[in-house]
């Protein structure tokens, strides 16, 4: 089965912009996640979408967005770009994520895509 | 109380030797607890997750060790090897909060020397 896939791996951006990184899940799998990786902060959740709703959304600003296809492909965008966004975008998904069987909660990482802001 | 604490930040190691990777949380809600090594320019990989309702669970020469008392729970790493050298995060999830969002910890960087 294939894993999670990122596209594109590597972005260089300039301030002001706006970017699109997108995630195929693992075939099956309805929920997506994600996360953004920073050396300072650690792996922050951004958001998760689940049926091409988001769920949840964690304490970023507006300016990040998501959204997801009814095949459970994902996308997230960042507008007005800022040298802060600068970070690794890890995408994860799961059969569901809801309480229950262990292996709904189960998240599979993709490689991410990294994201320079110059 | 969403944070996940995890020590120590650095772990250096002799081959053949125990790595022992420590995690304390606050929020009772949390549910599931999983354990993800990273290495560099890959994304996290699934170790071993464990629920509150049991004490230890052990693939290969992984361990979890879970004290729900103490709201602490920790990683073992039998026999370490030069291979297992790699960032290692726990997390958490808030059954409160529908959906799969992990709250993890600071990260541990792991060395194990040959």
């Known amino acids: 089965k294939a894993g999670v896939t990122q596209t594109p791996r590597y972005l260089i951006k300039t301030r002001g912009q706006q970017v699109t990184l997108s995630c195929s899940p693992i075939s099956g799998h309805r929920s997506v996640s994600w996360y953004q990786q920073t050396p300072g902060q650690g792996l922050q959740f951004l958001f998760e979408y689940f049926s091409e709703t988001q769920r949840n959304k964690g304490n970023f600003p507006g300016r990040f967005s998501g959204r997801q296809f009814s095949n459970s492909r994902s996308e997230m965008n960042v507008s007005t770009l800022e040298l802060g966004d600068s970070a690794l975008y890890l995408c994860a998904s799961s059969l569901s994520g809801t309480s229950g069987r262990a292996s709904s909660n189960e998240q599979f990482f993709g490689p991410g895509t990294r994201l320079t802001v110059l | ?114």
């Open chain 2, 1 to 114: 109380q969403q944070q996940v604490k995890q020590s120590p930040q650095s772990l250096i190691v002799q081959k053949g030797g125990i790595s022992i990777i420590n995690c304390a949380y606050e929020n009772t809600a949390f549910d599931y607890f999983p354990w993800y090594q990273q290495f560099p320019g890959k994304g996290p990989a699934l170790l071993i997750a464990i629920r509150p309702d049991v004490s230890e669970k052990k693939e290969g020469r992984f361990t979890i060790s879970f004290n729900k008392s103490a709201k602490q729970f920790s990683l073992h790493i039998m026999d370490s090897q030069p291979g297992d050298s790699a960032t290692y995060f726990c997390a958490a999830r808030d059954r409160e909060t529908s959906g799969s969002r992990l709250t993890f910890g600071e990260g541990t960087q792991l060395t194990v020397n040959p």
